[in-house]
């Protein structure tokens, strides 16, 4: 079990630009999450899958934000031309729950945007 | 109203007291509610989930649940200082509140 990673590490971009996220669950996971930390807060729900399919977006997230998870397995996250503002700790984290209700989740190491 | 409020803190203990750490939920149908740790530059992990009115112990952490209050707690007994992070409620598994920064004092 190696556990959820993420891919880069630190992405530095200018205003503008797009960048890509990728997350790899734990291979036996069925849930897929991303979330949004800034300095001082709580990781801020953005959107999940289970399986492949998309379940719940944040109605706080701008149509800047993109995600998909292709086959079930990785994940990406992609935001479209970033602004000052998208700069943080994007995290991913899965889970292995099947119906309803919840179960815990294991974090990746997040990836760090920093927009300039 | 948020939907997952905590004491933002910090929270001070000295080494070997009880630490409790308080959250509040709005969404009256919450089932699941479960206790991160954070160090700093660190993802969460997980310390305890509870779906259950009552106590819930393992080792030296307690979380205890209160649905009619709509309240969620944690206790951490013998404090240590490898205990000092940030502690994050989160109910229904994705909501979090903004977490409670603890510090252990040797």
């Known amino acids: 079990d190696t556990g959820v990673s993420q891919n880069p590490r630190h992405k530095i971009t200018k205003r503008g630009q797009n960048v890509t996220f990728r997350c790899d669950p734990i291979s036996e996971h069925n849930r897929l999450y991303w979330y949004r930390q800034t300095l001082g807060q709580g990781p801020e729900f953005l959107t999940y899958?289970?399986?492949?399919?998309?379940l719940e977006k944040s109605r706080l997230l701008s149509d800047r934000f993109s995600a998909e998870r292709p086959k079930g397995s990785f994940s990406t996250l992609e935001i479209q031309r970033t602004e000052q503002g998208d700069s943080a700790m994007y995290l991913c984290?899965?889970?292995?729950?099947w119906g309803s209700g919840s179960a815990e989740q294991f974090f990746g190491p997040g990836t760090r945007l920093t927009v300039l | 109203q948020k939907e997952v409020e905590q004491n933002s803190g910090p929270l001070s203990v000295p080494e070997g007291a009880i630490a409790s750490l308080n959250c509040t939920y709005s969404d009256r149908g919450s089932q699941s509610f479960f206790w991160y740790r954070q160090y700093s530059g660190k993802s969460p992990e997980l310390i305890m989930s509870?779906?259950?009115?009552g106590d819930k112990e393992d080792g030296r952490f307690t979380a205890q649940l209160n649905k009619a209050s709509q309240y969620v707690s944690l206790l951490i007994r013998d404090s240590q200082p490898s205990d000092s992070a940030t502690y994050l409620c989160a109910v229904k598994e994705r909501r979090f509140g903004a977490g409670t920064r603890l510090t252990v004092k040797p």
């Open positions: 899958f289970q399986n492949e399919a998309q």
């Open positions: 509870i779906y259950s009115n």
């Open positions: 984290a899965s889970s292995s729950k």
